[in-house]
């Protein structure tokens, strides 16, 4: 693949200076910086990118929601396959954060030792990343829309995407989302789909495509999970969603992946429709780089979701459930409270989900309040609702739209004893979705919920 520029001296000095920067970064503080290397080599050297050395494989992992549980999930099976792997899961997934990764990783020289690279790339990067790095497998879960201050819509997400998609890499595309399966049609390319196994169709306030691409007919769906995503197809002009080659066929205590008419059962990581997507993504893209299915099947048996995103907890009969629900993400935000408004028994739930950090990354946008389904809390079995932050009454007023009582709502502007606001008669289960940058302060609640801290 033509892509390699030779080292010239702006790029040696480039790499020396991001280098020594590292050291500096872990004396004076360890958990910050990842991203910081990598910009101070792309400021010094903008190519930096087309002069360092890559992998010779290299996947690159992007859409709007899945990336990061996709790209490690992919990264554990080669690991334990032992392969050698580069992964930017220490940094972010802009091009500042894979040159830090490999400026990591490489030596002196510049050169990289590992097989293979496992990159998650942000979908707005795309033009700054594959002008220098072309992946041998691009995988792109789903396109919906995202944050309206970042993304826009995604069809200017989409636009972007295609427009730096290199020739020669091959794609992995969802069969089930008319978005991301459209991208570069003369590329080679591969799909993945997953039929009706949960037989459960959820109806969202957004759906990003509802119109036949050839005759702007309304779209019909043969199945339908949520939003956008299902298999469709026009009545006038019999246009159909690509015929997946890789398809999720049925879940029980495994999931099931049929190929060339060839089912295999493998270990299933989560029940929830979106993971599902993920770990079918996940099955296409080793299957199709040549690892058996026994193969992924041991080695999957291993792994699990990055554990941040969702996890459980007993107190006595209780269960407590923490969530990501990314906030200004209305798509993420409706799937986490879809699945956690149907677990069993009657529910609290406490929504960190709007800016936990508003200095450092709030918005005056609360529009995507209204994108996401909040309508799917209306119901008998959730007995309490307590939103906290700076826009807890943005989020009331949302609510209240959605037929929620007010006296179901409690409100905390911040996010100081919120445990204590809990009425725990009958109660099942408690759920606390918290948004991107909420993590330390969900586990806080969770803690003092299960007694294990006090404020």
């Keep these: 693949m033509k892509r390699k520029k030779r080292k010239n001296l702006r790029f040696i000095l480039a790499l020396l200076i991001a280098k020594i920067s590292f050291f500096v970064i872990k004396i004076i503080d360890k958990n910050r910086g990842t991203n910081k290397p990598g910009e101070i080599a792309l400021k010094i050297c903008p190519d930096f990118l087309s002069r360092i050395g890559l992998p010779p494989n290299i996947i690159a992992v992007t859409g709007t929601n899945g990336k990061t549980s996709i790209?490690?999930?992919?990264?554990?099976?080669l690991l334990d396959q032992e392969y050698t792997t580069i992964?930017?899961?220490a940094g972010s997934n802009m091009d500042t954060g894979i040159?830090?990764?490999?400026?990591?990783?490489?030596?002196?020289?510049?050169?990289i030792k590992q097989q293979w690279g496992v990159f998650e790339v942000d979908e707005r990067v795309s033009p700054r990343v594959y002008q220098h790095i072309i992946p041998k497998y691009l995988l792109c879960i789903n396109l919906f829309r995202d944050s309206i201050k970042r993304n826009g819509h995604a069809e200017f997400i989409f636009n972007k995407i295609n427009q730096a998609i290199p020739k020669e890499t091959t794609l992995i595309l969802n069969a089930d989302d008319l978005i991301t399966s459209s991208l570069q049609p003369n590329n080679p390319r591969l799909y993945f789909a997953v039929e009706n196994v949960l037989k459960k169709s959820s109806k969202n306030i957004v759906q990003d495509i509802q119109t036949c691409p050839n005759c702007h007919e309304l779209l019909n769906f043969q199945y339908h999970?949520?939003?956008?995503?299902?298999?469709t197809f026009c009545k006038k002009c019999k246009f159909s969603s690509p015929k997946a080659d890789f398809i999720c066929t049925k879940i029980k205590d495994e999931l099931t992946i049929t190929e060339?008419?060839?089912?295999?059962?493998y270990p299933l990581i989560s029940k929830t429709i979106y993971n599902i997507y993920n770990q079918t993504a996940v099955i296409t893209i080793l299957r199709t780089i040549g690892l058996s299915p026994e193969t992924i099947k041991n080695s999957l048996k291993k792994s699990k979701l990055i554990t941040n995103r969702e996890n459980s907890y007993q107190k006595g009969k209780q269960t407590i459930t923490t969530i990501l629900a990314k906030n200004q993400n209305p798509i993420s935000t409706s799937l986490a409270l879809d699945y956690t408004a149907n677990l069993k028994g009657n529910k609290i739930f406490i929504l960190?989900?709007?800016?936990?950090?508003?200095?450092a990354h709030g918005s005056e946008d609360i529009s995507w309040l209204y994108d996401s389904d909040f309508e799917f809390l209306n119901r008998k079995d959730i007995k309490q609702i307590i939103v906290c932050g700076s826009r807890c009454f943005d989020l009331s007023v949302r609510l209240q739209l959605a037929?929620?009582?007010e006296k179901t709502i409690y409100?905390?502007?911040n996010y100081q004893n919120i445990h204590t606001l809990i009425k725990n008669k009958n109660i099942d289960n408690i759920i606390i979705a918290y948004e991107l940058y909420g993590y330390a302060i969900a586990e806080k609640i969770k803690n003092n919920i299960v007694g294990d801290n006090n404020d």
């Design 352 to 359: 960190l989900v709007t800016d936990t950090q508003d200095k």
């Design 403 to 405: 037929g929620i009582k």
């Design 225 to 231: 999970h949520h939003h956008h995503i299902g298999r």
């Design 411 to 413: 409100y905390n502007d």
């Design 99 to 111: 040159a830090s990764t490999l400026i990591a990783e490489c030596s002196l020289r510049g050169k």
């Design 71 to 77: 790209t490690n999930l992919i990264n554990d099976v």
């Design 87 to 89: 992964i930017n899961n």
């Design 260 to 265: 060339k008419k060839q089912a295999d059962d």
